[in-house]
């Protein structure tokens, strides 16, 4: 089989690609091609990194001495609840929709996603919610105060007795967030379920996609729940109900349990992308096929299956009756058993591998420690009784934001340095690169890991000012909040420079099997266009010899020529 | 649906392929999403009602069951006579699907108008503790739905007059059907939780 028996396909030139590669504009328009949709989130939610690490480094700023006196206490309410807010909902999600943008379609072969426009919808509607959020620092009142779960009574109160306050712009913004979210979910599932290329079976999917779609369809379920409970609470705080109000009949547990019920299951939206991402680049850079790909596309479903019903852990000290926190102990404790196939699988997979420590393989090596450590401080909170002991202090925070920076933030970073050459269309500096890894490493491991010790002798969260017992702990994790603000500087010097002058990249420079590495860098609007290959094989075949699609040499022939 | 033989003859794929499931598919996805809200309120209700304290709020004796009955009628059947549009639509018959689709519309209308009457006879409001919330919450909520579906039918009784729009298939006209029974069900539930389980102590 030689490439002259396809000399037509061959001559066949790639459509014009609409809006030349290096034409910005596109950027700021409601363009429905899910590729600059993608970078488009990328773009807003890095600035929003930015800004919600800002916030970060404001109150580590106040932390780094026992009393309030950088920021008024009341301050300090309102900086931790958009902190969360912002972190989690105009960063980590739309970043992960932005890996889902491009991801998706090019992994599965398809030319874009189901419903381009209301991709191009559900991303616009990012920066209106921002708009929203952000406006609540300049209402009367100052903006939200009660924390990211937004617990009532807190947060139906309003003193002022405007109409329009902080409570009600983030109610609103979580609101339009859920909406946008929830049109994403739609279309990356329907994309998944029917415009996979020929002879790409569920069992031939790149366990990104497996992750993605495990991950949206917990969108899917969780998300209307939140947004029941919000709509009630909006009700509560603006027109006089009293779903959660004790004093009019109502009750403030049962918000608990509809915020939890999705923003438990959250975590897992953000985490299982993030595992799909730690088995895409293990396994380029180890060079050897994912162990048991089988067991790691399924664990996925069985977290979204086993992540819905563990939400009540969150709740063990706020009068949950002992059986009910018997039953979602147990249940806490089996997602850690999915959970632990993957991490085996991954280990499985370094295992005699050929290891090539890039920046990406860098930040999933990093990630995957601290994953291991913040799943085990995971397990730790999930028993009745040590949770009961630790529930609100530090100890839940430096799980968590071992679990969602040093695991998640980590697996973003990998992905964005991995396919950064391929949607760009430049190479990274490799060396600015492992700056970012080194400081973001460090700054992460002395920001995080001495706040345990503080929550074990009993600090607690969401506090101004404390015992000076704690300083030590404090001195040294402020220390590395401002090294990871100045992670930043290498990291968005190298995305920059290597955007507008770095070295051309080839479509496949780390050697990767995937469909996305068969098109140019960056690929056409349309992917594979009028020639949608044909899988043949499984996915991960390092080592084996057999080529993936039919007529491979064709692609790598016309991706080589554009 | 792509296959999975792996033994396929050679082939690229056009790219241009129409993929007419994929608004079905995307509308079920969405409407499966979309229930979980109402299962969210309908659960939150149901332990709002267990465990309040004082549920009917003062000179509330409970709820009148006959005329929602009667409205539970017309809108359940209006569901079957939706079917009948679908079934003259797939026929062919034009005018016999516009007939049955605008009858569909006016039945959904006067449950929406049997709900006006009902609401604007209520001693209790929105604020009356919890059971005046839930009420209006939850059949407000669900009357949202109800006016979104007629006002979908009408886009599609309207698209109906474009010459040829139903030739290449009519998956407006089923997803929008498909729609009007979820409302439906979703009616069936909420009566029986609201007027059929009333709690007497």
Not at chain 1, 294 to 318: C, E, Q, R
Not at chain 1, 491 to 508: D, E, Y
Request: net charge neutral; hydrophobic share 50%.
């Amino acid at each position: 089989m030689t490439i002259t028996d396809y000399d037509p396909r061959v001559l066949k030139a790639p459509h014009p690609v609409p809006g030349a590669p290096d034409n910005w504009k596109r950027f700021f328009s409601f363009n429905t091609d899910a590729k600059v949709i993608g970078i488009q989130y990328f773009g807003l939610s890095l600035l929003f990194l930015l800004l919600g690490g800002l916030l970060a480094m404001v109150m580590r700023g106040e932390l780094i001495t026992p009393p309030a006196d950088l920021v008024d206490p009341s301050v300090y309410n309102g900086l931790y609840t958009m902190h969360g807010t912002v972190m989690l909902f105009l960063f980590l999600f739309p970043v992960l929709n932005g890996f889902n943008n491009l991801l998706i379609p090019t992994m599965i072969g398809a030319p874009d996603m189901a419903f381009p426009k209301l991709n191009a919808l559900a991303f616009w509607l990012v920066p209106v919610f921002a708009v929203v959020l952000l406006s609540s620092f300049f209402v009367p009142g100052g903006p939200a105060s009660s924390g990211w779960w937004s617990y009532p009574p807190m947060s139906i109160q309003n003193p002022l007795g405007h109409f329009i306050n902080g409570e009600f712009l983030w109610i609103l913004a979580v609101a339009i967030s859920g909406v946008s979210s929830i049109m994403g979910a739609v279309n990356f599932v329907t994309t998944i379920i029917g415009m996979r290329a020929p002879g790409m079976g569920y069992f031939r999917m790149p366990v990104f996609v497996w992750t993605a779609w495990a991950a949206q369809t917990l969108q899917l379920i969780g998300l209307p729940a939140l947004t029941g409970g919000a709509i009630m609470l909006l009700f509560d705080l603006s027109f006089g109900t009293s779903f959660f109000r004790p004093e009019g009949g109502g009750d403030p547990v049962l918000y608990q349990h509809f915020f939890w019920f999705y923003s438990h299951p959250a975590v897992y939206v953000m985490v299982l992308p993030v595992f799909g991402i730690f088995s895409e680049l293990i396994t380029v850079y180890s060079r050897k096929p994912l162990f048991g790909y089988k067991f790691v596309a399924l664990a996925s479903f069985i977290i979204t299956f086993l992540g819905l019903i563990v939400w009540v852990h969150h709740m063990f000290y706020t009068g949950t009756p002992q059986w009910m926190r018997n039953l979602f102990m147990v249940t806490t404790m089996l997602i850690a058993v999915p959970t632990g196939v993957k991490v085996f699988a991954w280990l499985g997979t370094l295992w005699g591998g050929k290891i090539r420590l890039t920046t990406s393989m860098l930040f999933v090596l990093g990630g995957l420690v601290n994953f291991i450590f913040g799943g085990i401080t995971g397990v730790m909170l999930g028993t009745v009784p040590i949770d009961i002991h630790l529930g609100n202090t530090y100890f839940v925070v430096a799980h968590f934001h071992y679990i969602i920076f040093n695991t998640i933030g980590f697996g973003v970073f990998a992905g964005i340095y991995h396919w950064f050459p391929k949607f760009t269309g430049r190479m990274y500096y490799e060396g600015l690169g492992k700056i970012h890894f080194t400081l973001t490493f460090i700054g992460a491991t002395l920001n995080w890991l001495p706040l345990h010790w503080a929550g074990l002798y009993g600090m607690p969260r969401r506090v101004a000012s404390y015992d000076p017992e704690f300083a030590l702990w404090n001195v040294i994790a402020s220390i590395g909040a401002f090294m990871l603000g100045v992670a930043s500087i290498p990291f968005i010097l190298n995305i920059v420079s290597s955007w507008a002058r770095g070295p051309r990249a080839t479509p496949n420079p780390w050697r990767a099997i995937g469909l996305e590495w068969l098109l140019p860098s960056p690929p056409p609007a349309e992917n594979f266009e009028d020639d949608i290959p044909t899988v043949i094989s499984e996915p991960y075949g390092y080592g084996m010899g057999h080529p993936l699609v039919e007529d491979e040499e064709f692609y790598i022939r016309r991706s080589l020529e554009a | 649906m792509t296959g999975v033989n792996p033994d396929l003859p050679l082939n690229h794929t056009p790219g241009h392929v129409q993929h007419d499931g994929h608004n079905l598919t995307g509308f079920i996805i969405f409407l499966c999403s979309e229930s979980i809200i109402f299962i969210a309120f309908f659960a939150g209700y149901a332990v709002l009602k267990i465990t309040s304290p004082e549920w009917l709020p003062d000179g509330v004796e409970g709820l009148e069951t006959k005329m929602p009955l009667i409205n539970s009628i017309i809108l359940v059947s209006s569901s079957f006579v939706a079917y009948f549009a679908e079934v003259y639509l797939h026929k062919k018959n034009l005018w016999g699907f516009r007939a049955m689709w605008l009858l569909t519309m006016a039945m959904g209308s006067y449950f929406v108008y049997g709900q006006y009457v009902e609401w604007s006879e209520l001693t209790f409001t929105l604020s009356s503790g919890v059971f005046g919330g839930t009420f209006y919450l939850l059949t407000g909520f669900h009357g949202l739905h109800v006016i979104t579906g007629i006002l979908l039918m009408g886009l599609m009784l309207f698209r109906s007059f474009i010459p040829n729009n139903y030739v290449k298939g009519d998956m407006g006209v089923t997803s929008v059907s498909l729609f009007w029974h979820f409302v439906d069900v979703i009616w069936i539930i909420l009566f029986l939780l609201i007027y059929v389980w009333q709690r007497t102590t």
